[in-house]
């Protein structure tokens, strides 16, 4: 299929109804209306429903009910509203029902701003509300990323049958690039549905719920969330090495919108013969762990250089990752702004003057 | 299995699990009619109720058709997301006065502003059952509960809030009937309500509310029979049974 420009925001809306989520509830908020706006047009040509809730409370509840049907169901929203959220989240992830949301982030805390940050790492990837859980959180950096994550994002949330979050920000939300749909939407097959209501016809009532009072009964519902992050953990591992290799005397990790700002950088340095490696860890929550230590631990990486559009947030993965193996430093600007190439640049090279360059290795 | 000679029997609507509700509660009274409408109107096979956060939290386990348990106050939201997607299904929600008039006050307003489909049991003890007796938005002015010892002071937290005449305001077409369960003359015109609440339903008229009068001797603090009276003599008077509104063309 030929790419069509389109801007973000719509561009996962899209990708939302070729993954047959045909399902919709919303409250509006910038930077992410256009999702809403969108979909309130297309929506009647799938004859799904679109419904714009009183509050982001309801919207998250109204995604749970709608989810014990078994149809695909999402929202999208952005960081006041997702924390409004969370109870739902809580509640659909104890009692094993899929969703996806699309966190289109914006700098906080409180009511914040409205432009691009990084600033709800913590909130999507350590659980959000409360209890023992997790939700699979995918973090795009361009806007093919974008439609191809948000339309897994679903496949996954089936699979695990668990909440999926898609993780962008404003630049994500509101850029314009060319994006291409497949011309079907192929996934691989997922069990029937069986956990959906669908009336106690010939069968015994079904009941979903996430409150278990037996002590033993809920531990043993906590087991089971565990062994689906497990599960995740070696399954869905997602994450992209730029420029990575035997001259690299510097790794920097960075996802989303921030990381494409560190390959732009990446490649003005090359330029000048100075070689930087990348690793953009697409999978947030599983975080590539392993695969990040490995790639610290390579003989010609001297020092890590974490870069967020946060106070440093995702840093504390990285951190557990590089154990101390390596000096880690970290940059990071908030509230909205981006850092520029340059100013990335600015910071590998205070990094690569603190460090000599190093010796060659003697021959024995 | 009914024989010729059984005259009461549980009904098919219903689980075959004692309740934990306490003795004198009209809980118990109030699941078996709505069980009982369920299967005269032949919808128990494509109903999906939902539970609330509160004594009736475990409504899932008695009655015999799939179940949802909501966050506390946001079972209209559950019944929104579930019937919009399955219009073709029975949904209802039942909820206490804390669940529906305090914390989920937005949710059920708007549910019945956007003339959900769905039908609600709204069932009001005035008072905060699970939780040990505190006061709810629906405790009457004086009286004493867990956290207004003195009694309920309406300068410091208003007046009771009646949900019948409050969701009658709105425009949107509805179905509003308030009812109570203490005596058998009055839980047969519960039932008949809750029939008609169901039917409206069934017939994708509009959505449908029936608030019910109940009892909690445990947390008023006096007997089954006192509780019986108290609620007629005192409950009663101030939340007045009626219809408050039908959609048009309907007797
Ligand atoms: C978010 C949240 N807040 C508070 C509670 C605690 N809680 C459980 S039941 C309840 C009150 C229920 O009272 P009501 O709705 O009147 O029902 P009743 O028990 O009287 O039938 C409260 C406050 C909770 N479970 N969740
Ligand atoms: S506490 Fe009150 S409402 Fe709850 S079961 Fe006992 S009597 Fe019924």
Redesign the interface.
Known sequence: MAKILMKGNEAIAEAALRAGAT?Y?CYPITPQTEVAEYLAKRMPDYGG?F?Q???E?????????????G?R?FTSSSSPGISLMQ??LS?MAG?HLPCVIINIMRGGPGLGGILPAQSDYFQATKGGGHGDYRILVLAPSNLQEAVDLTMLAFHLADKYRNPAMIIGDGMIGQMMEPVEFPEKYVEEELPVKTWA??????RK???????FLDPNALEHNNILLKEKYDQMAKEEVRFELYKTGPKNRILLVSYGTMARICQTAIDALEAEGISVGLFRPISVYPFPHSQLREEISRPNVESVLTIEMSMGQMLEDVERAVAERKPLAFFGRTGGIVPSPEEVIEQIRKLLDAQPAPRKAKKA | MQDINTTFARPEGLTDVVTHYCPGCTHGVIHRLVAEVLVELGLRERTVGVAPVGCSVLAYNYFNTDFLESPHGRAPALATGFKRLRPDMIVFTYQGDGDLASIGMAEIVHAANRGEKFTTIFVNNAIYGMTGGQMAPTTLPGQVTATCPFGRDTALTGMPIRMVELLSSLATPAYLERVAVHSPAHIVRAKKAIKTAFTCQKEERCFSLIEVLSTCPTNWGITPGEATQWLDANLKAFFPLGVYKRPEGMQ
């Open positions: 399902n509830f429903v419904l809730a009183e509050s409370v309801a919207v998250g509840n109204m995604l749970f009910g709608a989810a014990s049907t149809k169901v109870e739902a509640y009692a209501a669908t009336g106690a016809s010939g009532p079904l009941i979903i719920k996430s409150l």
